[in-house]
C-alpha cells in the first residue's frame, strides 16, 4: 500500500488502504448475495393448505407500489443531498463544531476540511448500507422462512404429496411445481431487506440531521423533517405487509437491523458526526497562595519595574 501512495505517509497510506480493502470485500460479498447463487437458500417444509402462507401472489417485485428501485434510489439520493446541503451550510456559515483544521499528509497533499467531512460522512455511510444489504441477505438465505404468498407461487400438488389434512408436513424439496426463480425468491422473507435499508437510511440521516443542523428561526424544522423521513421509512414497511410480500416479523426484524447498524456506526465510528475535542492543556503549577487555600483570580500580567533591571544595576543601586 505504501509503494502505491508513496507520497502519503505511512500512516494514512496504511488507513487508505485497510479502509478500501474492507469497502471492496463489503461490495463484492453484497454482490455474491444479491446476484449470485453462491449461498443456496434454505429450503423449509410447509404445513398442506396453511393459511399463513396462502395469500394471493401479488406479482414480482416491481409491479410493487414501491419498488426496489425507488427504494434503492432514495436512500441513495436522499442521505447524499442531505449531507451534502448540510455541509456546505456548515462551512459557509462557520458552524461551529464543524470547522477542523487541514489536514497535511505529505509535502504535497492537503485535505481540505469540507471535502474531508464529506468523505467520511458518506464513506460510512455506504458502508453501512452494503452491510445491512449483507445482514438481511444472509437471515434471508440462512433462515429460508417463506412469504405469505408462498404456497401461490410454489403451486404444490397436494394429491401427488399425499395431504389429507392441513396437520401433514412436506419436506420434499420437489413440493413446488412452479417457477423455481420466483420459489426462490418467496422463500426470503426474513429479514425484510427494503425495510432493512429504508430505516438505515432514515435513522442514519435523522441523527446527522439532528446533531449537525443548528436552526435559530424554528425549533420545529428538526422534528418535522425527522419525523417525516422516519415515516416514510416505516410505510415502505406496512406497504410490504399490505401486498402480502412480508410478514410482520419480517418487517419489524429489518427495522431492528437497519435501525442498530445506523445507531452503531453515528455513535461508536464516527462520534455522532462531532469533531474530536484537543486533549486538554496540562496544568500549570500552583502559585503558593493556591497551597494555602486562597482563591486564584486571573490578574493581567503587569511588568515590574524592578525586573527590567539587570543584576549588576540593582546590586548598584544597593550600595
Not at 449531507?83 to 504535497?108: H, P
Not at 389429507?164 to 422463500?187: D, K
Not at 492543556?281 to 482563591?295: A, C, D, T
Amino acid at each position: 500500500c505504501v509503494l502505491l501512495y508513496p507520497s502519503l505517509s505511512f500512516s494514512f497510506s496504511l488507513f487508505l488502504c485497510v479502509s478500501l480493502v474492507i469497502m471492496a470485500g463489503t461490495v463484492l460479498l453484497a454482490y455474491y448475495f444479491e446476484y449470485t447463487d453462491t449461498f443456496p437458500v434454505h429450503v423449509q417444509g410447509f404445513f398442506c393448505y396453511d393459511k399463513s402462507f396462502s395469500k394471493p401472489y401479488p406479482g414480482p417485485d416491481e409491479t410493487s407500489k414501491v419498488p426496489p428501485v425507488l427504494v434503492y434510489s432514495l436512500v441513495t439520493a436522499v442521505p447524499t443531498i442531505t449531507i451534502l446541503a448540510g455541509e456546505l451550510m456548515a462551512f459557509f456559515m462557520k458552524s461551529e463544531g464543524t470547522q477542523e483544521k487541514t489536514i497535511v499528509t505529505a509535502d504535497c497533499c492537503y485535505f481540505n476540511p469540507l471535502l474531508r467531512r464529506i468523505i467520511r460522512f458518506l464513506g460510512v455511510y455506504s458502508f453501512g448500507l452494503f452491510t445491512t444489504t449483507i445482514f438481511a441477505n444472509a437471515g434471508q438465505v440462512v433462515t429460508g422462512n417463506q412469504t405469505p404468498h408462498f404456497l401461490s407461487a410454489c403451486r404444490p400438488n397436494y394429491t401427488a404429496l399425499g395431504c389429507q389434512s392441513n396437520l401433514q408436513y412436506i419436506t420434499e424439496r420437489r413440493a413446488c411445481t412452479g417457477n423455481p426463480l420466483i420459489v426462490a425468491s418467496a422463500r426470503k422473507s426474513f429479514p425484510s431487506k427494503d425495510a432493512a435499508l429504508s430505516v438505515y437510511s432514515a435513522v442514519y440521516t435523522v441523527m446527522y440531521v439532528t446533531l449537525v443542523f443548528r436552526t435559530k428561526g424554528t425549533r420545529l424544522t428538526k422534528p418535522t423533517l425527522s419525523l417525516t423521513l422516519l415515516c416514510l421509512a416505516m410505510l415502505v414497511g406496512v406497504v410490504r405487509v399490505a401486498e402480502y410480500r412480508n410478514h410482520w416479523a419480517d418487517v419489524l426484524a429489518g427495522y431492528f437491523t437497519g435501525g442498530a447498524i445506523a445507531v452503531f456506526l453515528v455513535t461508536c465510528v464516527i462520534n455522532n458526526f462531532q469533531q474530536t475535542k484537543p486533549p486538554p492543556l496540562p496544568l500549570r503549577p500552583q502559585r503558593p497562595e493556591s497551597v494555602l487555600g486562597m482563591p486564584m483570580v486571573a490578574l493581567p500580567c503587569v511588568e515590574s519595574p524592578l525586573e527590567k533591571l539587570s543584576g549588576p544595576q540593582v546590586r548598584g543601586g544597593g550600595g
